[in-house]
Each structure stands twice: as C-alpha cells, then as structure tokens.
C-alpha cells in the first residue's frame, strides 16, 4: 500500500459525469486530508457530501490561482495534507491546478498524482483511431479561442497536422466550433457529448458533417463536449511546405515556425529554415 506522507499537496481526479467513477484511492485520500482545495466551493461540497467526505475547503481557481497557492503552502508548511481537485476530471490539464502544482513545487513540496476520470482518455478510446504506425499520436489542443478570426486560424492550422487532435467546447459555443470546422471535410471527427452522463451521445461523421448532426437534434447542443479529430489520411498528408511555413511565419517567430513545419511535414529543419528565410527575403 502506497505511503501517504504529510505535508503534500494531493492532485485528485474527481468524475467528469458518473459518481460512481470515482477511484478508491481517491475517496481514501480525500478523507484523509486535512483540507481540500478546489476550483468552484458550491460545486464540490455537494460532490464530497455524497460520498460522506466533510473536510475544510479552499476556493482555488484561475481567478485567484496564484493568491491562493500561498494558502495552501502555508498549511504544507504546518506539516498538513492537502488534496485539490477540479470540477470534474484530472486537474491542471484544462481546468486550474497547473499554477497550484508549480507553486507548491517551487516552495520545495511534493506533489503527488491520484489518476481517474478524464474526458481526453475517455473520448480517444471510442474514436477508434486504428490504422498505421502513427495512428496511436495525438495532439491535446483543448478549447480553441473564442474570436471567429483566431479560431479559424487555429483550425487551419489543426488542417495542416496529419495527427489526431483532442478538443473540447462548452454548449455555447459548439456550434461555431462545428461551423469553423466545415473546411476541413472528409476528415473524420468523433463528438462526444455528456460523457458518462446518462445523455450520453458519442458520433464519428466527417467534419463537414458535424453542424448538420448538431442541429438534428435540440438536445444535441446542450451539455459538455469532447471531440476527436482523426488522423489525416495518408494521402492528405501536407506536401505543400511553402504553405505550411508561409502559414507559420504569419503567428510564430521564424525558428519556432520551422521547428513545427517539420514536426508536421518531415522535412529536413536545415531544408525548412532556407526556405523560410526566402520567405521573410520576400
């Protein structure tokens, strides 16, 4: 049995839906903390409550991330364990915790990982990614940006990257998200909605396909949403490396963008710089 030593800040996953999706690691180790530190105090009272857990609770959230840490290394400092948790899932992945993490390592205090519930690893293991060597790579992007103009440019992007792409959204903005998505066509997307909820819809369609599948259903639009772009078909791959560079020069400095141009074509760096320097030459 794993020691739990004092004076640690415990990284707890917590469900992204099902209750029962707890681990019991999980429910050993936040019984056993002194206090628990979390991302909204109104939605994870009810949560603890339902498993029986009554502890001291710390609102830390991106507002207040950085403040909040000195509280949390002030108790580490009094030798106290102390758990944090999210809303739902795996902390300091897309919800806060990564800045907390930091901090509290920084302050010379260990960190300790309590795996679970995580819509990333629960949406990849439908998509059914099968097919070649790489078919197994994947890229967490996460929420794209809100602003029509840099999500475009983000999702062209993403059309350039021949790996799978993990995304996810909020109902308010799924269907802009599915709209910016239309000119990448053919290419397989797998949507999943309300994962591990009792609504739970899971789909693979082609990307094109996606704002047509949304509105079929009024339902279709609500709840949390976690999708998977598949990989590029081998034949889509990028070839275009004038493209791709002239893509990356107009966001990132130019040794930035030939270090991506190459992740994304194979191209020789040595190959790709030359060619960008032609470029900025004009």
């Known amino acids: ?70 509280l949390v290394i002030e108790r580490l400092q009094r030798g106290e364990r102390v758990a944090y948790v999210s809303d739902a899932g795996t902390p300091a992945v897309s919800d806060p915790g990564a800045r907390l993490v930091a901090a509290v390592q920084a302050a010379g205090f260990r960190v300790m ?24 790579a ?16 983000a999702i062209a992007l993403l059309a350039l990257d021949p790996r799978a792409t993990v ?14 998505m239309m000119p990448l066509a053919d290419r397989l997307v797998t949507v999943g909605r309300e994962l ?3 609504f739970e819809e899971i789909a693979t369609m082609p990307a ?26 081998a034949q889509e791959a990028p070839r275009d490396n004038t493209r791709v560079l002239q893509l990356l020069l107009a966001e990132l400095p130019l040794k930035t963008a030939v270090k991506l141009a190459a992740d994304i074509t194979g191209s020789p ?9 032609a470029l900025k030459k004009g």
């Open 1 to 70: 049995m794993q020691h739990y030593p004092e004076a640690t800040l415990y990284v707890v996953a917590t469900p992204i839906g099902n209750l029962a999706d707890i681990t019991l690691r999980a429910l050993h180790v936040l019984q056993r903390v002194d206090a628990i530190a979390c991302e909204d105090t109104r939605h994870t009272q009810p949560l603890l409550r339902h498993y029986g857990v009554d502890k001291p609770l710390l609102a830390v959230h991106e507002h207040n991330e950085a403040q909040a840490a000195g």
């Open 113 to 136: 990982p309590l795996p679970g519930a995580s819509s990333v690893t629960t949406v990849l293991s439908v998509a059914g990614l099968a097919g070649g060597s790489g078919s197994a």
């Open 138 to 153: 994947f890229v967490f992007a996460g929420f794209l940006p809100s602003k029509a103009g840099e999500r475009d440019q």
């Open 167 to 180: 995304l996810l959204e909020a109902p308010h903005r799924i269907e802009a998200l599915a709209r910016a």
């Open 196 to 198: 591990t909820k009792q």
């Open 208 to 233: 094109q396909d996606l704002a047509a599948w949304l509105a079929a259903g009024p339902q279709r639009t609500r709840g949390e949403f976690a999708l998977v772009l598949h990989p590029a078909a």
């Open 269 to 277: 760096r040595n190959e790709l710089y030359d060619a960008a320097l």
